[in-house]
């Protein structure tokens, strides 16, 4: 079998070598360890050695070439064999078999002049082949416009209260956001430009205390995350007038296509992946359901940027999937994995927490069924979803046991009504029903 | 200069070793030349880091272990591998050093030598502590380090004799004096006359031998050893021989010196003479040389192979011997290490 | 129990340790006849004899080299280098081998021995003689690095490197040996190495140091407690092992970091710790971490040494900064 020898760094930093002879022409037999060649590298005259005893089958240059560290310098193998398998053996360049190759009569002037002048190369060691070829240094860099300050204690506590530290005026020295400015936003008393919505969230269950017992109630204040969410609920169920609709999606193809995706992928399809991605076409189709009620106006967007709720220790928060509508099933299941596990870990950026144009809540993760969510501030509707349950179904006239999804949609009866809703609600559900139709997106 | 075998094989006065220990000590410098040749040719083969030869000092190096107890110890440098081996250290951890694995500077738990030192000199007091602690245990053990005619301008040259010497402690200081430190020839690393010379001023015996002899290095290091074990303090050994390779795969020696010198010190081969003293009394033929030829390469080869074929280090390891227990800062270091590599 | 000086403690913690392993020695310039410059080892060489307390020529790298074959061939050695400038010479030794033979061995061969080092500033000394490089050992993988404030821990952390299996570089602020008196046990007793300690709990700002700095920064705080703040003052006391879960654990609660070192600044050890804290407590705190140091100069001879220290006054300034952030 043939083998090939390439040229080695042999430890001194080099990239290449010129042949200074051919020891042993090509058809020539060399032992173990047997000198084969001469090379020259920049420091000095090397017999190389073969690693292999056998007949010299190919040369890699000619005398008088530069070969880099790399290429293959020898081909060793047996009597009879060619080099490549198969080739004749009148390659261009070598000798025929036996017979020392000659010298090439105009030798070719590879050899870059400067490589002699090289740096030399260390005593041990290997450098770098090739080097980096760094940014010219006199090219000034453009000056970035100023960021927020405010104190990595500060943006924590925004990031949690989802406070936009880019609308708060900072009140500290030299214009820095302070705690207080944050809490002050937080709490409405200064205005936001940009308001961050925050979904519903379940309500502990309240405690009741035998009467007669009359025990001191414990007295817990609100943390920062819960006054923000309180404000915020206040204000759109203030302000917002609620319908929500309620219907069952039969979601026998929806369950299978995702154990499908997951067995085929080898990993978790999250549900919110498959919810987000057969609502958005009928977001397309319903524009109202992806708008802000802005006054007198509604602002219909043109981007789809849907949020996920996500529990986490510190509450409730919504994580926002930027163009949903561009993405795949797979990418939307990368997206909400990714936006789940940073928001369990607090490394949400406040643009990843802000401006849905519409939010979906699963609540099935946590075991529900039906329930009225509540419009996020700044949106028009909100859909929750909750866990698959089987469930008796009249199917072809016969009852069948199917698993279904409960699907509970709130909005904004200003904007939209009772029969637009349903409109939304049963295109959604013929979504889900038949998943080869919002795929096809 | 002490010489009992000439050049041509002439014995000089009564030899130190009979024929059976002669013929012994004369295969082992021919598995040390194997092995050094073998080096070269891995190294231009790309498959050691860079290596340093020591063709020519065979004899001052399997002279010098011969004359030394097993248990002794041996704090040797990179150009030492056959008076590393010869103590115990085996080929594979000598190429698996050379590799480029910290593993080959790991011997086996009875083996007394140190991996070999990289810098040059400071080794030299870590024998004097090894020697010194034996003294204060009691044992008969020595301590032998090996340095070359470069390392005696390192200030721990003086560092350790002066030590080894104010403490008396049980140590022989070999000098392998080739001639070259890297480009530059003895005459210019020290105005002594000799390096043996400098024992006068640590109150030390210094002894000047032919590295190339191997009856005079082994008889120069055993005279030098007992007076260490029988506590009579250190000795200055300088064998005079000759680096007829490069400093290492990396160097040009046609830069700094006459290729005539070589040769001429070719001449003064440490295995020919004693080859031609065993022929001469009928204990060498060319059958048994090729026989320990071929022993030798199979040796060599088996040892390259099982050097190659060591894995590296997993990911993470080279993180795991810098303590006995790892603080918790390596350890999480060495999760942040295989995590990046996974 | 006695009330002992550092210097007192030192002596203690290496009587005891020669006492109870006879693999322990004493070596080094001057510690044996005289009991050292600083009579740490005063008396030791009278006890124990010359073979196990030796007086050496004056050779720092033979020093720590010979030791270095003595800890590998099972002796205990404990080297003593007369100042932290006197170390110098003897870097190739500590970094190019003490630190490293384990690995390049793969646990085959080690150096458990400790090298004590008399270092700081503040009393007045010549030129070499004050210098504080405890980061530089700190920064050689492979040695720990210890640095006590306080007799008790001098002696339990001495005596916890003599044990230690492997080598430790023993920082013995100069300027406390006499200066600092406490309560120290008879016998053999072990701090451990790796564990900061806490001090005194404050909830308003971390106050950070070790070795001499610290009687300056607990002066920093008392001062700091008449105005109503309370620091949690920690000695580091270990470098390598560095405790990082005590230090972040304080920041976390306090929100604000002063660290103080004598040092000079410029990737001083304080450095390590203020990278750790922005790691670690980022989002804790409530202020940038402030560093109180030496300057990068040269150590100043006995006249100017009044301006290179970090004083009480720095340290409460650089509190009240982090406090008014």
């Not at chain 1, 020259?40 to 240059?61: F, M, Q």
């Not at chain 1, 900072?170 to 430009?193: K, N, S």
Request: include cysteine.
């Amino acid at each position: 079998m043939a083998h090939e020898f390439r040229l080695p760094d042999i430890g001194e930093g080099l990239t290449e070598a010129e042949i200074v002879r051919w020891v042993v022409p090509i058809g020539g037999y060399v032992g173990m360890d047997e000198t084969v060649v001469e090379v020259e590298t920049d420091k000095a005259v090397v017999e190389i050695p073969s690693p292999y005893a056998g007949i010299v089958l190919h040369h890699g240059a000619a005398e008088g070439e530069v070969i880099e560290v790399g290429d293959v310098l020898v081909v060793i193998g047996e009597e009879g064999e060619t080099w490549p398998p198969g080739a004749e053996a009148s390659e261009p360049g070598d000798a025929q078999a036996g017979i020392p190759p000659e010298p090439a009569s105009e030798p070719e002037p590879s050899v870059p002049p400067e490589a002699a002048e090289e740096e030399p190369a260390p005593i041990v060691g290997t450098l770098p082949q090739e080097a980096e070829v760094l940014p010219s240094r006199a090219e000034a860099t453009e000056r970035p416009p100023a960021r927020v300050k405010a104190l990595p204690v500060v943006r924590k506590l925004a990031r949690e209260l989802g406070v936009d530290l880019a609308t708060v005026t900072g009140t500290g020295p030299e214009g820095r956001i302070t705690r207080e400015d944050v809490l002050a936003v937080a709490d409405g008393a200064q205005p936001q430009a940009v308001p961050t919505p925050v979904p519903p969230v379940p309500q502990p269950a309240q405690r009741t205390v035998p009467a007669g017992a009359r025990p001191e109630p414990e007295r817990r204040p609100l943390t920062k995350l819960r006054r923000t969410i309180a404000a915020n609920m206040s204000e759109s169920w203030a302000t917002v007038p609620h319908v929500t609709t309620f219907d069952e999606v039969d979601a026998t193809r929806l369950l299978a296509m995702r154990a499908a995706l997951a067995r085929r992928h080898e990993r978790k399809i999250p549900m919110e992946a498959l919810v987000v991605k057969a609502v958005t076409p009928v977001l397309a189709a319903f524009p109202e359901f992806n708008a802000t009620l802005e006054g007198d106006e509604l602002v219909v967007h043109r981007r789809y940027d849907i949020g996920v709720a996500v529990d986490t220790p510190d509450g409730l928060l919504v994580a926002v999937i930027r163009n949903a509508d561009r993405r795949s099933v797979l990418g939307l299941a990368d997206e909400v994995t990714r936006l789940g596990s940073a928001a369990k870990e607090r490394k949400l950026g406040v643009d990843e927490l802000s401006g849905q144009t519409f939010t979906v809540s699963n609540i099935g993760a946590v075991g529900g069924g039906f329930g009225t969510p509540i419009v996020p501030p700044g949106t028009t509707a909100i859909l929750s979803v909750g866990r698959a349950v089987d469930k008796p179904v009249a199917r072809d006239g016969r009852v069948e046991i199917a698993p279904l999804l409960p699907l509970s949609l709130s909005y904004d009866h200003r904007v939209i009504d009772g029969a637009l809703g349903r409109r939304f609600m049963a295109m959604l559900i013929e979504n889900l029903e038949e998943p080869g139709l919002f795929l096809a997106d | 200069m002490r010489q009992r075998l000439t050049p041509s094989g002439g014995l000089q006065g009564e030899a130190p070793i009979d024929l059976q220990l002669t013929r012994r000590l004369y295969r082992a410098m021919v598995f040390a030349r194997t092995y050094d040749r073998k080096g070269m040719a891995l190294q231009k083969q790309g498959r050691l880091a860079t290596y340093a030869p020591f063709e020519g000092q065979e004899a001052a190096q399997i002279g010098a272990a011969a004359a030394l107890d097993p248990n002794d110890w041996v704090v040797a440098t990179y150009r030492d591998a056959a008076l590393m081996w010869a103590q115990g250290y085996p080929w594979e951890l000598l190429f698996a050093g050379r590799t480029g694995d910290e593993r080959g500077g790991s011997p086996p738990e009875h083996v007394p030598v140190l991996p070999p030192s990289i810098t040059v000199g400071g080794h030299m007091v870590h024998a004097v502590g090894l020697a010194w602690a034996e003294k204060l245990q009691g044992t008969s053990r020595i301590a032998l380090t090996s340095f070359g005619d470069g390392a005696t301008s390192e200030g721990d040259f003086h560092e350790a004799m002066n030590f080894a010497a104010v403490f008396e402690v049980p140590c022989v200081f070999l000098c392998q004096n080739n001639g070259w430190a890297i480009s530059l020839p003895r005459e210019r690393q020290t105005k002594s006359a000799t390096i043996a010379d400098k024992a006068v001023a640590y109150g030390m015996p210094g002894v000047q031998v032919d590295g190339n002899d191997l009856f005079a290095v082994y008889e120069v290091v055993k005279e030098a050893a007992d007076r260490a074990r029988s506590g009579g303090g250190p000795t200055l050994v300088e064998a005079v021989t000759y680096r007829r390779g490069p400093h290492t795969t990396s160097d040009d020696p046609s830069r700094y010196r006459d290729q005539a010198e070589v040769e001429e010190w070719a001449r003064r081969d440490p295995l020919e003479r004693v080859r031609i003293y065993l022929a001469e009394n009928g204990a060498w033929d060319a059958e048994w040389q090729a026989a320990i030829e071929a022993e030798a390469q199979a040796e060599i080869d088996r040892a390259i192979e099982l050097a190659e074929r060591m894995p590296p280090l997993g990911p993470g390891e080279i993180l795991d011997a810098m303590f006995e227990t790892p603080p918790p800062h390596l350890e999480a270091q060495r999760r942040e290490l295989v995590e990046g590599l996974q | 129990m006695r009330v002992l000086t550092m210097a007192k403690a030192i002596n203690d913690a290496l009587d005891v340790g020669l006492e109870k392993d006879s693999h322990v020695l004493i070596m080094g310039e001057d510690v044996g006849r005289t009991g050292g410059v600083f009579r740490i080892t005063d008396g030791l060489q009278e006890k124990y004899g010359e073979e196990r307390v030796i007086d050496t020529p004056v050779a720092e790298s033979g020093i720590v080299g010979v030791a270095f074959g003595l800890a590998v061939a099972g002796m205990r050695p404990v080297a003593e280098l007369q100042f932290m400038g006197f170390s110098y010479p003897a870097f190739d030794q500590v970094i190019n081998h003490v630190s490293r033979i384990r690995n390049r061995s793969r646990h085959r061969f080690t150096a458990p021995m400790v090298i004590r080092i008399p270092y700081g500033g503040g009393i007045g000394a010549a030129e070499h003689h004050s210098e504080s490089a405890e980061a530089i050992y700190a920064h050689t993988p492979g040695l720990k690095v210890v640095v006590p404030s306080t007799p008790y821990d001098a002696k339990g952390l001495l005596l916890a490197a003599i044990a230690d299996p492997d080598p430790v570089v023993f920082c013995e602020p100069i300027r406390l040996y006499r200066a600092v008196k406490e309560d120290v046990p008879e016998g053999w007793y072990e701090v451990p190495i790796g564990q900061a300690r806490v001090e005194r709990e404050g909830s308003d700002v971390t106050l950070l140091s070790w070795g001499a700095m610290m009687l300056e920064t607990r002066k920093a705080a008392d001062r700091l407690a008449e105005e109503g703040v309370a620091s949690e003052v920690i000695d580091v006391r270990s470098l390598v092992p560095f405790d990082a879960a005590t230090v972040v654990a304080s920041v976390e609660k306090t929100g604000r970091a002063v660290i103080v070192h004598e040092a000079p600044r410029t990737a001083g050890f304080g450095a390590e710790i203020a990278a750790t804290i922005a790691e670690h407590c980022l989002y804790s705190l409530e202020a940038p971490v402030r560093r109180v140091t030496g300057w990068d100069s040269v150590f100043p001879l006995k006249r100017s040494e009044h301006q290179y220290l970090p004083s009480v006054e720095r340290i409460v300034a650089a509190a009240h900064q982090t406090l008014e952030a």
